[in-house]
């Protein structure tokens, strides 16, 4: 089974929330993943006025700010329709944590409960509401996929990006040692705890390279900023000019795969 | 040969160093690649145990509401424990504080005129720093549980709940061997080193005055206390002394003894990938009469130590759901990456982030609730399913808010800092505002090229951060 929930009827409509990460660190991901969207004859609405999920505060131990910035992203998806998150981490805010952040004011409290039943992470929502069988275009290649925990543990959806990748003919999956384990990224736990941090990111960028895979895809813009900010950090370190764990969104990796 | 000396690390604050000793572990590639080598090792076993995912979650809702039901009823059943221990002939003592457990077991130690006392494995033991207080008062106490007796001769503390000298190989156990013991020479041999204190610890069985083992579970309907091992020697340390004192903590109680089979299921498959420890002792009173062996006197020490704090709320009671089995530390990549010494904690790993504030309180262990990435791996591997990342985001708020009046934690607000509040506002204030939020990202994306090269912790090991030159939104409107 890999769905989490009973999936919905096609719908012909969905929001697409960015994440803050994704409009300004990755935006060529979310344009790619509402491309991908629409060429599956979806019309994806871009509400102008969202911001963030509220996560970084949530999770540091700042829930008051956090509620604050949540409320806000209440009032961006007035139609019934589904609302596509291209990052687990950041979907399993909205999906998991709202309700519970709300739990003292029951009219939020019913809005977020409302909401999290729409809350759909990009590939989950690809496999189980639209049945999306990618037709792989390209040449032969390996890639490693990388999951971040809040898609795995949070959200149910780690088979999902495996899916769609294993449905691309000429495109291999690699296994890296460890797979499960976290890149390390965690937020202010970066920062906050530099040293294991950084243990933990240079640990899973051995383990991704060791599998010669020539690139590494990953559902979670948070989890990619960490990766390849570290691969890149050691290229620098050894002089290396050409990056040897270039990485991307997977859906930049899939309409990139799927294009003429 | 004399009890080997303990450090004296009475009261100290975990928070303060343990970067710094994060960092050596990190720092160290042979104990970097050791702990992940015990930690495979370790998780490997697990999951043989539980090839059925349907039954393993299953079985531990079940041992989740065996342990929420227990605690819901867990002042009723202390009383009622209490009862059927004393009918049994069982002493039943209460300590509020670590010195006041001490007191009580140094208190019959002195009674018996003891003067040595071997211990079996208990945590609560090492909670109290009960060999420390015993060597002050001139008492020997020896840990006849192999990993505990190996950290012991080093003059360490455990660095994992379950296996206590993990961190050690099997070279340095060897030389500490030829070291610290009379008439030993080298020899890694793992038989032959383990035959070396079996010799040392037979003798002191039947020399102790005292013998001392922790509880995993207190059964209140029949008075029983359980314990659960693999060497044999907590049974000895159970029936071989004149005096038994067994210590654990309130929480561990369960009404019924068809409560515990699941729960004993679920603690040696998750600690250690046992279908079934070697033995499982339940004991449920002295020696009566006509009967040939078992101590005379048998004694339980129930300690509280910051756990009626957890109990007291809701959410901070899910922590004493715990039953000690040690997988939360294994499947940690933060415990992996640095061990279990550099928390400067009883309690290493994930359980130690949660339950040890309430045992040092929060000043002492506000550094520690931030050393976690929220990864979800303990939890999702907890027998008796504690949502210990849930659990961690609710110790930084209470270690991280302003101190307030009403505090659930003693230490509530120990971290607070006004200024990193203050940039938490800041965020708010713009991230809650559409306008505000379009001008700050737009001023990223235009002014790129002003981000600093250096980023605090973040470049210490990553290329800078640096915003795309146009945000998503910006491509939307392109594209029309």
């Known amino acids: 089974m890999i769905s989490a929930q009973t999936p919905p009827p096609r719908p012909s409509d969905v929001y697409f929330f960015a994440t803050c990460v994704v409009d300004q660190f990755f935006p060529g991901a979310g344009m790619d993943a509402i491309t991908l969207l629409e060429r599956q004859g979806i019309r994806v609405h871009f509400p102008e006025e969202q911001t963030c999920c509220g996560q970084p505060a949530y999770t540091s131990g700042f829930p008051d700010e956090a509620r604050k910035v949540a409320a806000h992203q209440l009032t961006l998806f007035p139609n019934d329709w589904p609302v596509v998150v291209p990052s687990g981490s950041c979907a399993g805010m909205m999906k998991h944590h709202y309700p519970t952040l709300f739990a003292n004011d029951p009219v939020r409290k019913a809005q977020a409960e409302a909401l999290s039943g729409r809350i759909y992470e990009f590939t989950d929502f690809l496999v189980n509401v639209l049945g999306y069988q990618p037709q792989d275009l390209g040449g032969d290649c390996t890639v490693v996929l990388h999951t971040s925990c809040s898609a795995r543990r949070e959200m149910g959806v780690h088979l999902t990006g495996r899916k769609l990748l294993g449905d691309l003919g000429h495109v291999t999956v690699a296994q890296q040692d460890h797979e499960s384990e976290c890149c390390g990224f965690g937020g202010t736990f970066s920062v906050k705890q530099p040293e294991i941090s950084g243990a933990m990111v240079e640990d899973k960028v051995k383990a991704l390279k060791a599998t010669g895979a020539e690139r590494v895809v990953s559902a979670d813009c948070g989890c990619l900023m960490n990766i390849l900010g570290h691969a890149a950090w050691k290229d620098q370190q050894e002089g290396r000019a050409q990056p040897t764990l270039p990485g991307e969104h997977i859906a930049s990796f899939l309409l990139r795969r799927t294009s003429k | ?480």
Not at chain 2, 37 to 48: E, P, Q, W
Not at chain 2, 134 to 150: C, F, K, P, R, T
Not at chain 2, 282 to 294: N, W
Not at chain 2, 338 to 365: C, D, R
Request: charged share 20%; proline share 6%.
């Open chain 2, 1 to 480: 040969m004399n009890a080997p000396q303990t450090p004296h690390t009475l009261h100290f604050m975990p928070s303060a160093g343990f970067r710094a000793r994060a960092k050596d572990v990190v720092d160290n590639p042979f104990l970097r690649q050791s702990f992940r080598g015990a930690m495979d090792f370790l998780m490997t076993k697990r999951a043989a145990q539980f090839p059925d995912a349907e039954e393993l979650e299953s079985l531990r809702t079940l041992g989740e509401s065996i342990r929420q039901y227990n605690l819901a009823k867990l002042p009723d059943l202390l009383e009622q424990l209490e009862a059927n221990l004393v009918r049994n002939g069982i002493q039943v003592h209460w300590a509020e504080t670590p010195d006041e457990a001490n007191e009580i077991i140094l208190g019959i130690c002195k009674h018996h005129e003891a003067k040595l006392m071997v211990k079996g494995k208990s945590m609560v033991s090492e909670e109290i720093e009960l060999n420390h207080a015993a060597e002050a008062a001139g008492i020997g106490a020896l840990e006849s549980d192999m990993g505990e007796y190996i950290v012991q001769l080093a003059g360490e503390k455990p660095s994992h709940i379950i296996m206590p000298a993990i961190h050690k190989t099997k070279q340095e156990i060897a030389q500490l061997f030829a070291d610290k013991v009379e008439g030993v020479d080298y020899t890694d041999n793992v038989d032959a080193l383990i035959q070396i204190g079996r010799n040392v610890l037979r003798q002191k069985f039947l020399e102790a005055d005292i013998g001392l083992s922790g509880v995993n579970f207190a059964v209140a309907e029949t008075g029983t206390l359980c314990l659960v091992e693999n060497e044999g020697n907590g049974r000895m340390c159970t029936t071989a002394p004149p005096v038994h004192i067994a210590i654990t903590g309130i929480e561990k109680i369960v009404e019924k003894l068809e409560h515990v089979p699941p729960l004993l299921s679920l603690l040696t498959r998750s600690a250690t990938g046992q279908n079934i420890s070697t033995y499982f002792n339940m004991i449920s009173s002295p020696r009566k009469p006509g009967e040939k062996d078992g101590p005379s006197e048998v004694h339980l020490v129930l300690l509280d130590n910051g756990r009626s704090q957890a109990y007291a709320d809701e959410q901070l009671r899910k922590t004493l759901q715990c039953i000690r089995c040690g997988a939360c530390m294994n499947h940690c990549p933060v415990y992996t990456r640095i061990g279990g010494h550099a928390y400067g904690t009883t309690y290493p790993g994930p359980i130690g982030k949660i339950i040890s504030p309430h045992m040092l309180g929060l000043e002492a262990t506000s550094g520690l609730v931030t050393a976690s990435s929220l990864c979800g791996a303990c939890g999702e591997v907890c027998p008796v399913k504690i949502p210990i990342p849930e659990l961690l985001m609710r110790l930084r708020e209470e270690a991280f808010s302003k101190p307030h009046d009403h505090p659930a934690m003693v230490g509530q607000g120990a971290g607070y800092s006004g200024l990193i509040s203050a940039v938490w506002r800041g965020w708010a204030f713009v991230y809650r505002s559409p306008a505000l939020y379009r001008l700050t990202s737009w001023l990223g994306s235009r002014f790129r090229w002003l981000m600093p090269s250096r980023q605090g912790a973040w470049t210490s090991v990553r290329v800078p951060l640096k915003p795309a030159p146009k945000r998503l939104r910006d491509m939307l409107k392109e594209r029309g």
